[in-house]
């Protein structure tokens, strides 16, 4: 038995064209979404973005961002 060998990107075409199929677009963005590599240093980004904020500290800022966006418009 002679089975054609299929392209990789026309495989996962039609992976995702079932996928789609049978879970819906959410749920196979999800399952997806698991096997993306991610990438940089959490750490890092973590340390530079927040420093020795506390997290009611952040909270605040947040706080502060979002009624300071919804009074300009």
């Known amino acids: 038995m002679v089975v054609e060998t299929k392209p990789l990107a026309e495989i996962t ?4 064209k079932i ?15 698991q096997f993306t590599v991610g ?10 973005l ?10 605040s800022e947040i706080k502060q961002s979002r009624s300071e ?3 300009s418009e």
């Open 39 to 48: 990438y940089g240093n959490y750490l890092e980004e973590r340390e530079a």
């Open 69 to 71: 966006g919804s009074s």
């Open 19 to 33: 996928l789609y199929q049978k879970l819906g677009i959410v749920n196979t963005v999800r399952f997806l979404g």
């Open 13 to 16: 075409h039609e992976a995702i």
């Open 50 to 59: 927040f420093g020795d904020l506390t997290l009611d500290e952040i909270i």
